[in-house]
């Protein structure tokens, strides 16, 4: 079956712009969560969404924001952006949210460069 | 708070070599464990997990075990090949806590011939 597909792959944005991204987690999956990774402070956890409701945020400004829809895919957003958003952002999704050792599965990533 | 520790890397070994990556875990509660592996330019892939104590992950020729006495969860692989050269994320989830994963920091493992 389909991994967890993100779109678009690659995208460079200017500084001060807004971004939103694309996530289609695995057919059955309803629990998303997305990731920032940069050299400087590794993957951090951004928020997961589990039927359409955000159950988890992590520490980041409001300027990041994230939405799952009925059918499960998700997008986020960043508005105002700024130099070090740049990063590769990746998606994850998984069955359920209910036990810890659920195995989540990763997308490809989307490798945003803002200048 | 939560937070998983990995050795520093690069790791480099000669092909056949024995590999292992340490990982050790602070956690409150009872924590599932993971080992994720990324190829360069690509997203994460799970390799591994361990969801209570003393279960041993396996895949593909690597091994970890879930040792809550260490809070440990060292990856370990009897002959490494060219095709391992990747960087290794150990990481963990919480009872409770939903699908958010506490990442490592990664240890990069270049195998040479």
């Known amino acids: 079956k389909a991994g967890v597909t993100q779109t678009p792959r690659y995208l460079i944005k200017t500084r001060g712009q807004q971004v939103t991204l694309s996530c289609s987690p695995i057919s059955g999956h309803r629990s998303v969560s997305w990731y920032q990774q940069t050299p400087g402070q590794g993957l951090q956890f951004l928020f997961e969404y589990f039927s359409e409701t955000q159950r988890n945020k992590g520490n980041f400004p409001g300027r990041f924001s994230g939405r799952q829809f009925s059918n499960s895919r998700s997008e986020m957003n960043v508005s105002t952006l700024e130099l070090g958003d740049s990063a590769l952002y990746l998606c994850?999704?998984?069955?359920?949210?209910?036990?810890?050792?659920?195995?989540?599965?990763f997308g490809e990533g989307s490798w945003l460069t803002v200048v | 708070g939560n937070s998983v520790t990995q050795m520093e890397g690069p790791v480099t070994l000669s092909e056949e070599a024995f590999l292992t990556i340490n990982c050790t875990y602070t956690a409150t509660g009872y924590p599932s464990l993971f080992w994720y592996v990324q190829y360069p330019g690509e997203g994460l892939q799970l390799l591994l997990k361990?969801?209570?104590?003393?279960d041993k992950g396996s895949n593909k020729g690597f091994e970890a075990t879930y040792r809550k006495e260490t809070t440990s969860f060292h990856l370990e692989k009897g002959s490494v090949q060219v095709s391992d050269s990747a960087v290794y994320f150990c990481?963990?989830?919480?009872?409770?806590?939903?699908?958010?994963?506490?990442f490592g920091t990664g240890t990069q493992l270049k195998v040479e011939l």
């Open positions: 361990a969801t209570k104590a003393d």
């Open positions: 990481a963990l989830t919480l009872s409770g806590g939903g699908n958010k994963l506490t």
């Open positions: 994850a999704s998984s069955l359920d949210s209910t036990f810890s050792g659920n195995t989540i599965y």
